[in-house]
């Protein structure tokens, strides 16, 4: 099987433009630039609000997930959250512990 690999050249004078226009360095204006954003999303992708998320009840079972972890809460269960081991599951998980433990609960990690 070959596989060819695509370049995209950016657009060096937009990635310049979004640089001084949202007083970011070059790399993150190309990388940007490379999104294909307009102003506006560019704004919105640099200084999110929470009315920006997603709304998580949008994943499936989460409605199921959130009653169990209220379950566990009352209870004061033990809790072990699993997470894989990359950038946004350590953090992920990082963040879920911490909110647990201050709620009471002894919490312990296991990645995968």
């Given at each position: 099987?070959?596989?060819?690999?695509?370049?995209n050249e950016v657009n060096r004078e937009r990635a310049k433009e979004i640089s001084k226009k949202f007083?970011?360095?070059?790399?993150?204006?190309?990388?940007?630039?490379?999104?294909g954003l307009n102003d506006e999303?560019?704004?919105?992708?640099?200084?999110?609000t929470?009315?920006?998320?997603?709304?998580p009840f949008l994943l499936p079972n989460m409605s199921i997930a959130t009653k169990r972890i209220i379950k566990a809460i009352e209870n004061q269960e033990k809790v072990v959250i699993f997470g894989d081991y990359d950038v946004d599951g350590i953090t992920s998980t990082t963040v879920l512990k911490r909110f647990l433990e201050e709620r009471g609960l002894t919490v312990r990690i296991s990645y995968t």
């Open positions: 099987m070959n596989k060819k690999w695509q370049y007083n970011i360095g070059l790399l993150a204006a190309s990388i940007i630039e490379k999104k999303q560019i704004n919105v992708f640099l200084n999110p929470r009315d920006n998320f997603y709304d």
